[in-house]
């Protein structure tokens, strides 16, 4: 296994690796990473063997080495366009890397050759990679198994509603196949009556010649009106099919958990949800019309053949056994290679969205030549994926045809004979042969659907694993009303578990209505997960959050999310006016509302200096505004709704201490009559909390208010010490804050 790219020069310590290893041991697999253990630009390597993973950190120019042992395992995740590669094994996490996006896919292949060297030490059977041996050299993400082609009936749910006019369509492609039929079968009479006679010295019947035509334009015209009206009926059906489909998925997207989307590349939904569908819906309105159409018209020419001359007929059928055997042996490798496609693309898609919303970042830093090589990069995997498949589907498709056009001379061989013979006539071969035409010209279109529909049912599977995730925080099957919330919070031994690692460990806190507790702790000490469980993002591994004496597993999720306002450290705005997004909780606000929401928010002054006031459109992800006029707006969004909940994650720490003094003006009246759950930049932020919690490794280790602790001396006393003194900057920025006030009802005036 190679993780480079052909262009790139080997890692110096390749030659160091291949020095380390005794005989017998060899490397599986290599992945370069970008960073070292303090985030900075570096190159490491880590190499894997079959009885070790061993490291070279570019800080301290040192090996580490981890023996494999069942139980082992790699975790892949990302956050803020950096990724992280841990390894854990049944107790503990052993070790942790870091590396930019780039090198993730090089890390998905790395991880897979891991977890099949540990499932060799198990025991298991892992994987084999496809006969040509290039299947490491792509990243598809959670392929599983191929796309059976079968997944495309359990679109019948959503064509359910349109039953109606599916059968009449199905009727009038039924009637307009049969139309198509009909020009055939006049041949006969034509040749045999009115053509071969008059060569023969025998006057032409005008009247039958009439009649003929006429018959054959009918047709035609009958054909025609038909054909119109079922593809037009049937392409409106298709369209409602893919639109339902698409709604859906998105609509069950919203409502899986954080977890799901943490797993996940935003442009690789993106392309689930637009590519994908767009592609059943071209295959639903043209394809599968096509394919019926065809079957139809292979069914119809058959009984016509045989009902002409049963052995011609059986001469027509000799290609079949061959294309099905033909279409049996490219069917596995097709749709294979059409998800692999569909998940290639999903990673070009992934790098646009990826660098187009960070485009100042990738300006200020000067890297348009690293984010356009990303871009290449992708691009030529695409590139490659599609040429393997080229090559199976260049071969087949002029097979096919060969097969056709063997089939077609057997029949004039066997025509010419029995004309010999006199067992037919002229008109009867050349019908035959009219209807051949059609017969193979229909057996070419439907080999031919195997692609689309391959592509199709690619493009379902991945629909459908969208469809069939179960979100991680479900609805309780008979939810309890939640009204009148006063803002008690209680925790009882709260256990909450990322995969195999804890983060909260046996917390318990009660916090009264109208107490405001400051939580406090350092990075990873567990303050953003407890916000995120009390919020119900993720719900405890053991144990309850009970708001009100209520679990919140037993109250609807959007009946307890309606009473919570959310201000983030990085406020996100939707692109619109201002009064949408300080609408976006409550659309149906007032003018008057929005307003009084961004007087409380200390917003509006600012808001009456754009150009068109509160109907000034914000740019992208808030573009235009500064961030502390960002961080006022979304205030006035958490004011506007009245929440009984309020979660402030670090409110002020991105902003300056000027427009700090303006936004907590207007923290001070969001938080009044309230109960507020915050995480704060600066420890002086809590020294109006009534106690203070303070947590290290998901634990509590104090809590008591501000002066109490100090003179004790501990935790809190020295992160307040490493702060005030500018020696610990790293501990005071990860400081945080839960502060819980009154019943909502309070702050009604105010707003």
Same mark, same amino acid.
Not at 665 to 693: C, F, M, P, Q, Y
């Given at each position: ?21 005794? /005989? ?6 290599? +992945? ?14 880590? /190499? ?33 366009? +950096? ?15 870091? *590396? ?89 009479? +034509? ?13 032409? $019947? ?99 053949? *045989? ?16 294309? /099905? ?9 097709? #749709? ?59 071969? *087949?498709?002029?097979?096919? !045809? ?56 690619? !493009? ?49 806190? $009660? ?27 993720? $719900? ?18 959007? $009946? ?13 705005? *939707?692109? !619109? ?50 961030? !502390? ?61 009534? #106690? ?33 003194? #500018? ?25």
């Amino acid at each position: 296994m190679n993780d480079l790219p052909p262009t790139t020069a080997p890692h110096p310590q390749m030659a160091a690796l291949g020095g380390r290893l005794p /005989a017998g041991e060899n490397v599986v697999g290599t +992945l370069e990473v970008d960073l070292d253990a303090r985030g900075r630009f570096a190159q490491g390597l880590i /190499a894997l063997t079959n009885s070790r993973l061993m490291a070279w950190e570019p800080t301290d120019g040192a090996w580490t080495e981890f023996p494999l042992a069942t139980g082992q395992h790699l975790k892949l995740s990302d956050h803020g366009g +950096l990724a992280f590669m841990e390894l854990f094994d049944s107790r503990q996490r052993l070790a942790r890397w870091r *590396f930019t996006l780039a090198c993730n896919p090089a890390a998905v292949r790395f991880v897979d050759a891991f977890e099949r060297e540990v499932q060799r030490l198990e025991g298991r059977v892992a994987p084999v990679a496809d006969d040509e041996g290039e299947e490491a050299d792509f990243d598809f993400g959670d392929a599983g198994a191929p796309p059976s082609t079968w997944v495309l009936l359990r679109l019948w749910r959503f064509a359910k509603p349109y039953h109606g006019q599916l059968l009449l369509g199905f009727a009038l492609m039924l009637g307009a196949t049969g139309a198509t039929l009909v020009a055939p079968y006049l041949t006969m009479p +034509l040749m045999d009556k009115v053509l071969i006679p008059f060569q023969n010295g025998q006057a032409i $019947d005008p009247h039958l010649v009439m009649l003929l035509l006429s018959g054959l334009l009918g047709a035609a015209l009958f054909s025609w009106a038909l054909g119109w009206a079922k593809t037009y009926l049937l392409a409106l059906v298709s369209e409602r099919i893919a639109a339902d489909l698409r709604t859906a998925t998105f609509e069950h997207l919203l409502g899986l958990s954080l977890e799901y989307f943490g797993n996940k590349r935003t442009g690789d939904l993106m392309a689930r949800i637009g590519s994908e569908t767009d592609r059943i819906s071209v295959f639903l309105s043209l394809h599968a019309l096509d394919f019926i159409t065809d079957v139809l018209m292979l069914g119809m020419t058959a009984i016509i053949l *045989f009902s002409i001359h049963p052995g011609l007929a059986l001469a027509t059928l000799v290609p079949l056994p061959f294309i /099905a055997w033909l279409i049996h042996l490219v069917r596995d490798r097709l #749709r294979t290679g059409f998800e692999k496609i569909d998940r290639v693309w999903g990673e070009i898609t992934n790098v646009l969205a990826d660098t187009i919303p960070g485009i100042r970042v990738v300006k200020a830093f000067a890297q348009e030549k690293r984010e356009a090589s990303r871009f290449k990069e992708a691009n030529a995997k695409n590139l490659h994926v599609n040429d393997r498949l080229n090559r199976t589907w260049s071969l *087949f498709t002029p097979t096919v !045809g060969l097969l056709t056009e063997m089939g077609l001379l057997v029949v004039w061989g066997i025509g010419i004979w029995l004309i010999a013979h006199q067992s037919i006539t002229v008109g009867v071969l050349t019908a035959f042969l009219a209807y051949i035409g059609r017969f193979y010209a229909r057996l070419d279109s439907m080999s031919r659907i195997v692609s689309v529909t391959q592509k199709a049912a690619a !493009g379902a599977k991945r629909i459908f694993d969208i469809l069939d995730h179960v979100s991680n925080v479900p609805d309780p099957v008979n939810p309890q009303p939640f009204e009148n919330v006063a803002g008690a919070i209680s925790m009882q031994g709260v256990n909450f578990r990322y995969g195999s690692r804890s983060v909260i460990r046996s917390l318990n806190l $009660d916090i009264h209505p109208g107490e405001m507790v400051g939580l406090v702790g350092h990075s990873g000490s567990g303050k953003s997960t407890l916000v995120n469980l009390i919020c119900r993002f993720y $719900d405890v591994t053991e144990g309850a959050i009970k708001v009100d004496g209520m679990d919140l597993r037993r109250i609807k999720v959007a $009946d307890y999310r309606r009473h919570i306002g959310l201000v983030l450290q990085e406020p996100f705005l *939707f692109f !619109g006016t201002i009064a949408e997004n300080i609408a976006y909780g409550k659309p149906d606000a007032t003018r008057d509302e929005i307003v009084a929401a961004a007087r409380a928010a200390h917003a509006h002054e600012f808001i009456l200096r754009l150009p068109h006031g509160y109907d000034s459109l914000v740019g992208e992800r808030g573009q235009g505004l500064s961030g !502390g006029e960002r961080q006022r707006i979304s205030i006035a969004r958490a004011l506007l709704i009245d929440p009984a909940i309020l979660i402030l994650d670090e409110a002020t720490s991105a902003v300056d201490t000027e427009t700090e003094k303006e936004i907590q003006r207007a923290l001070d009246n969001l938080v009044k009559g309230r109960t507020t759950i915050a995480i704060a930049h600066r420890l002086s932020t809590l020294r109006k909390a009534d #106690r203070l919690v303070v947590m290290d490794r998901g634990e509590i280790v104090e809590l008591g208010p501000h002066d109490e602790l100090i003179a004790q001396q501990g935790h809190y006393w020295r992160l307040w010490e490493a702060q005030a003194r #500018r020696v610990d900057a790293e501990a005071g920025e990860d400081a945080g804050l839960l502060v819980v006030a009154p019943n909502p009802s309070a702050h009604t005036e105010n707003a």
